[in-house]
T-cell receptor
């Protein structure tokens, strides 16, 4: 059974204070690891897909990295508008052609001005 | 493109009532999914579909039913609503890999 653990559960930063969110996973053959952003009262918004260890992807102040056991979402010089819950999910090879995702519980990020 | 749309946004049901949550996508995606999200519990997969006429159970299917008669629509049916079905429900679609989510339906069963 695929498992995803995210830490910390909540993180409070000052504007400009860089930090990282962690996503540890166990999966039977990784097909993809996905990061999403979720604002209160809204659906998750896709950010990144990582497919293999060593891969990195960037978008504005966000950078996602992947190892064989975990992924990090690095946030550089965050702004208050980066405040959201960040979700991590994995798809294992057991899903056939379908990417069935297993989600972590998320990290609630608050960036204070 | 509207992406993934869901109706209604909010609904209050009495115990034992039934209802259908609607989901539609205009991206011509083959794969569609229904999740529920409870506070502190993350997203749990209820049902999914790999194409019109093909559906399968996810992690938490009890108390729900689905159908997929067209590529665009994937309704979720609740029969005999129970308080345990109070949750926020999200529909998603994908072609390969990343899933795109709708805005959600907040359901309260009292």
């Amino acid at each position: 059974e695929d498992q995803v653990t995210q830490s910390p559960e909540a993180l409070r930063l000052q504007e400009g204070e860089s930090s990282s969110l962690n996503c540890s996973y166990t999966v039977s053959g990784l097909r993809g690891l996905f990061w999403y952003r979720q604002d209160p009262g809204k659906g998750p918004e896709f950010l990144f897909t990582l497919y293999s260890a060593g891969e990195e992807k960037e978008k504005e102040r966000l950078k996602a990295t992947l190892t064989k056991k975990e992924s990090f979402l690095h946030i550089t010089a965050p702004k208050p508008e980066d405040s959201a819950t960040y979700l991590c999910a994995v798809a294992g090879r057991g899903g056939g052609s379908n990417y069935k995702l297993t989600f972590g519980k998320g990290t609630l990020l608050t960036v204070n001005p | 493109n509207a992406g993934v749309t869901q109706t209604p946004k909010f609904r209050i049901l009495k115990i034992g009532q039934s209802m259908t949550l609607q989901c539609a996508q205009d991206m011509n995606h083959n794969y569609m999914y229904w999740y529920r999200q409870d506070p502190g519990m993350g997203l749990k997969l209820i049902y999914y579909s790999v194409g019109a006429g093909i559906t399968d159970k996810g992690e938490v299917p009890n108390g729900y039913n689905v159908s997929r008669s067209t590529t665009e629509d994937f309704p979720l049916r609740l029969e005999l609503a129970a308080p345990s079905q109070t949750s926020v429900y999200f529909c998603a679609s994908s072609e390969s890999g990343e899933q795109y989510f709708g805005p959600g339906t907040r359901l309260t069963v009292t």
